[in-house]
């Protein structure tokens, strides 16, 4: 697996004042789920510090097509269709990937007096 196939995805979600302690049991619930679904390398679900009906959930997939797989899963779709009446505004999903830019400067290797290591 190369790092620079590795998708990251942020997903905002807003939730209702009132319903912040439900949303929270279920996204974290799911998050659990996720974790052990083939190609998942990170799921957290963090809360904003100012703003306790701001939840952001933070992924890491080995792939887009293990990403867009979670997407088809039962507990994504139940979550889905539980979660769509505490939401204040539709979540907002974001995704990324790693950007690289080739080096022009060319890197030198020489040994310490040692031999067992290199100094770049």
């Given at each position: ?16 004042s009132d319903k912040a302690e439900r949303v929270k ?68 999903v974001r995704r990324y990937k ?23």
């Open positions: 697996m190369s790092a620079l196939a590795v998708l990251h995805v942020v997903v905002d979600i807003y939730v209702q049991k279920l996204l974290y619930d799911l998050a659990s789920q996720a974790k052990r679904e083939e190609g998942c390398m990170r799921y957290r679900l963090c809360e904003d510090l100012a703003d306790k009906t701001h939840l952001i959930c933070i992924e890491q997939w080995e792939t887009e097509l293990a990403y867009e797989d979670h997407l088809k899963t039962e507990h994504i779709k139940k979550c889905g269709e539980e979660l769509k009446d505490d939401l204040a505004s539709p979540a907002e790693i950007v690289q830019i080739e080096s022009t400067v060319k890197k030198e290797t020489t040994t310490n007096s040692s031999g067992f290591c290199n100094i770049l």
